[in-house]
């Protein structure tokens, strides 16, 4: 499984209001919210990663990610209108979030899919072009051609 095939519009968010980290997360939770999995759980399991270390990559990327007791992975892209303070490793503000929910059991698709989004978000000409999406349309699609390339 690749990250293009898990990315849908419907858990993509363009420049969400977000203020903080904890409000970030709050608005993945909710998109990402499942009928076997409230976004409270989720936004909890989110935190708890979050207290083990930033996943804020640099070059204003994070992963949020965390495991739960789902049957797939799924994964959110979202934007903010205003770069926020994720304490990324670089000190950089952040303002492209690709949020990862993965089955307790599954191991090397989890690491597969962040190999090919930190590569895919390395190069500074794909950040550039997340940022400039207006829509969440656009922005989907703007990874997803990313990731096919």
């Known amino acids: 499984m690749t990250a293009d095939v898990l990315l ?28 076997e999995l409230t976004s409270d759980a989720l936004f909890e399991g989110l935190m708890a990663r979050e207290r083990l270390g930033s996943t804020g990559l640099g070059e204003g990327v994070a992963i949020p990610h965390c495991r739960a007791d789902v049957d797939r992975i799924t994964l959110c892209l979202a934007t903010a209108r205003e770069p926020i303070d994720y304490e990324a490793s670089d000190g950089q503000f952040v303002d492209i979030f690709v949020a990862l929910i993965v089955p307790t059991d599954e191991h090397e698709a989890h690491l ?22 207006r829509s969440s349309s656009e922005l989907c699609t703007c990874l997803k051609s990313m990731l096919n390339s």
């Open 8 to 35: 849908t519009e419907e858990y993509t968010l363009c420049r969400i209001e977000a203020t903080s980290r904890k409000r970030v997360l709050e608005e993945i939770a909710n998109a990402l919210e499942q009928p």
């Open 112 to 133: 597969g899919i962040l190999a090919e989004l930190a590569t895919a978000l390395n190069e500074p000409d794909n950040r550039n072009s997340l940022r400039a999406c």
